[in-house]
């Protein structure tokens, strides 16, 4: 029943309720001084009244309760209506304003039924209102002037009700958009991070095979291989810090590999082992979107690394095709012998990396398929120069 309040609202509200209290408890007395027990109904109006206006935002319901007793009250000995009666338009605001659902429509029903009871009192009761001289029309046209009274102070509160609760579902939607970004920002992170340390990884595993086989024969080979190995694990961690000062730091650029450095990944699955033929035909025209190269360079990469971790001993193809509305990606690599049949799942095919390729592509309004064909696990991405829509 009760509202959260500050304590400085409370204090407020008390504090006008007891001024308003000792402003109209003299007139309520002074208006019908020629009744019986002026005084003390007089002196109770003025409470009553005062302590609707006092709880009206801390309780509308029970503020709302307590105005109709007031009324009742004025009612049963037969009183004119005075200026205490005035703290059922505040009383009825705040029911519309700030009352549960029940409480809000109660209002309603309750400006209605007021205005109607307030003038059949004012005509039923001898000596407050002469109305045998007026017409059914006249009395019509009151009834209905008490109404839109009424009602204007609960529709001012149904409007700020209606303020309110929109300021709010904006502030939650806000708070929504904000948690997606920060969810997109985590998996693309989390993305990158499986790309940078995957990729590195396998290279790095890769070199420091090589090594151990060359380490009785072949000095330079090891030197070669255990260089390619630094450079990597160099690279990689320096990408590594940035993620994570991305993770702490949302203004901090992340690394944004572009088809400028499909050249450097070209290299180093090569030194790794990995047989690999590049064909580009049409080469790139004109200024290639940055999504569009970060994608092309991550499945890329993504893609040997799948080759170099689960691939066979035979050549790696890699086909870029940049046309005028898209560029298609293609690798092609052996599978591991014995060749699984085309209708096996091939290891790796349903991990993060296939996941993050795919993702890759659909950021950027692009498609993506994987899997065996005719003893080879192919990888076949289009994506749009212009990006998504």
């Given at each position: 029943?009760?509202?959260?309040?500050?304590?400085?609202?409370?204090?407020?509200?008390?504090?006008?309720?007891?001024?308003?209290?000792?402003?109209?408890?003299?007139?309520?007395?002074?208006?019908?001084?020629?009744?019986?027990?002026?005084?003390?109904?007089?002196?109770?109006?003025?409470?009553?009244?005062?302590?609707?206006?006092?709880?009206?935002?801390?309780?509308?319901?029970?503020?709302?309760?307590?105005?109709?007793?007031?009324?009742?009250?004025?009612?049963?000995?037969?009183?004119?209506?005075?200026?205490?009666?005035?703290?059922?338009?505040?009383?009825?605001?705040?029911?519309?304003?700030?009352?549960?659902?029940?409480?809000?429509?109660?209002?309603?029903?309750?400006?209605?039924?007021?205005?109607?009871?307030?003038?059949?009192?004012?005509?039923?009761?001898?000596?407050?209102?002469?109305?045998?001289?007026?017409?059914v029309s006249v009395i019509v046209a009151i009834v209905i002037a008490a109404i839109f009274a009424f009602l204007l102070a609960w529709t001012v509160g149904a409007l700020v009700r209606s303020t309110r609760r929109s300021r709010v579902d904006r502030a939650a939607q806000q708070r929504a958009q904000a948690d997606a970004i920060a969810e997109q920002e985590r998996t693309r992170i989390a993305r990158d991070m499986h790309d940078v340390v995957a990729h590195s990884l396998a290279v790095v595993i890769a070199q420091a095979d090589g090594a151990r086989y060359a380490a009785a024969s072949d000095s330079a080979a090891q030197s070669a291989a255990l260089g390619t190995i630094s450079s990597t694990a160099r690279s990689a961690l320096a990408d590594v810090r940035l993620l994570l000062a991305q993770l702490r730091h949302s203004q901090e650029n992340g690394p944004q590999p572009t088809i400028a450095d499909l050249d450097g990944l070209f290299g180093q699955v090569k030194a790794a082992g990995l047989d690999i033929r590049v064909t580009v035909d049409p080469a790139p025209r004109g200024e290639v979107p940055a999504a569009v190269q970060l994608a092309v360079y991550r499945i890329l990469q993504e893609a040997l690394t799948n080759a170099l971790r689960h691939g066979g001993t035979g050549p790696v193809d890699v086909g870029l095709a940049w046309l005028p509305a898209r560029v298609d990606v293609v690798v092609r690599n052996a599978l591991p012998a014995p060749a699984a049949p085309p209708s096996a799942p091939v290891s790796g095919s349903h991990g993060h990396g296939l996941i993050g390729m795919r993702e890759r592509a659909l950021l950027v309004g692009g498609t993506l398929d994987a899997g065996a064909e005719a003893g080879a696990f192919v990888v076949r991405a289009g994506i749009p120069i212009g990006g998504p829509g």
């Open positions: 029943m009760l509202r959260p309040l500050q304590s400085y609202q409370i204090v407020v509200d008390v504090v006008i309720a007891a001024l308003f209290a000792l402003a109209t408890a003299p007139i309520e007395i002074a208006v019908n001084t020629s009744q019986q027990w002026s005084l003390p109904i007089g002196l109770l109006a003025g409470v009553v009244f005062g302590s609707a206006l006092a709880l009206r935002r801390l309780s509308p319901g029970l503020a709302l309760g307590i105005a109709w007793a007031g009324a009742l009250v004025e009612m049963t000995f037969g009183r004119v209506p005075g200026p205490a009666s005035l703290a059922v338009f505040a009383v009825l605001y705040t029911a519309a304003a700030y009352g549960t659902i029940r409480v809000f429509w109660f209002g309603f029903g309750s400006a209605i039924a007021g205005a109607v009871v307030a003038v059949l009192y004012l005509y039923i009761v001898p000596g407050n209102i002469d109305f045998t001289a007026t017409g």
